[in-house]
Structures are given as C-alpha cells and as structure tokens.
C-alpha cells in the first residue's frame, strides 16, 4: 500500500510504477482468477490519483474528489492543507498506518485462550488493556511506518520480523492470525529466510 504513494509523493504518476509490489491472493475462492483481487485492489488505489475522482471512501459518501477530502479535514485548522500530490501521498500512507496497526486491534488471538480478541460480546479489540502487548506492538509497528514516511519510501513485511524478534513482543500473550500467508503471499522467499520468527507470531485460523 505505500509504494504508490511513496512514488506520488515524489510526483511520479502511478502507473509508472505498476507492479513494483506483487503479490498473491490467500483466499480459497474460486470466483475468479488467481490474483485477480490483488490486482483490482492495486488498481483501485491507483484511480486514487488520476483526475480529481481520488477517493471511493464507502457506501455513503461515495467516489469523493480530493478537494473534497481536504476541505473535510481544513474545518478550523491552520495552515490549510492543500490539495497536491504530496499531501495525497501522505494521506493514503495514512490509511497504511491505520491498516497496518489495526492488525493488533482485529487480527489477534489471545495466546491463553486462543479465541480471536474480538468486539463481542464485550468488546476488547479496542480495549488496550486485553492483552496489552498488543498495543506495545502497535505502537512500535506505527514508529517504523512513521520512518517510512517521513523518508517517502516504500514499507517492508520486514517490519513485522523486527517487531516478531524484538524485545517488545511476548510469544506468551497474543498471535496474529495467518500472518505467515500474508508474508508469504508478498514475499515467499523473504518468508521462508524468517520462517521461525514468523510462524513464532502466527495464529492459524
């Protein structure tokens, strides 16, 4: 995901840097062709940044045009954001940030109990205090992200592996679940390179 903003960034249109990231889809469906969501995926974030149609932020708002994603956050602030291509950049390595710490929220796994630490019937996902060393983890994986950013580069599966053999991270509390597929899906050879630190902080579902 932030590939094509890093490139943005330095104002390099997207589909000039098509590719540069492949990878491969997990899921078991037979609906269409292999990688097909993949490349619909990457596609879609692509059509972010031609025109002005940037953002299909969901069902209610629909396709949003940048100008209008700035003004919502300008709402009494100063300076005024304006409408690059840098800023875009930056805001869709945002939504990286966002994506990837929300792993520690909803893809974890209670290494006690071994039940996914979900929204019901309590809701503890959001709870720092379940498993606390999610949050630990989080913030670590925001820091490295944050680095990406402020370098405009591209981020790493490498960085779950820093996370998986530092100090930080406890075996004992919490596991992601199929974060070997993930990796593997992105980078097979990184993932067999790192297997054991990988598969250490692996939850199968």
Sequence with gaps: MTDIPS???????????????????????????????????????????I???ALNTDSTNGIMSWDTVFAKHNDNRKPIIENTKKNQGLFIYGMALHTVTDLFAHNAFDVKTGELIGHRPVNKADNPSICPNRYECASLMARYVVSHIKRQRVASVSDFYNIATSSVYKNTEFRLGRLDQYIKAVDPGYYLNHKAAIDDMTKER
């Design 51 to 53: 025109g002005d149609s």
């Design 7 to 49: 490139e943005v960034y330095h104002l390099i249109i997207p589909a000039a840097v098509r590719h540069t990231i492949s990878a491969t889809c997990i899921s078991s469906c037979k609906s269409h062709a292999s990688g097909w969501c993949v490349e619909q995926s990457r596609t879609q974030l692509e059509n972010c940044f």
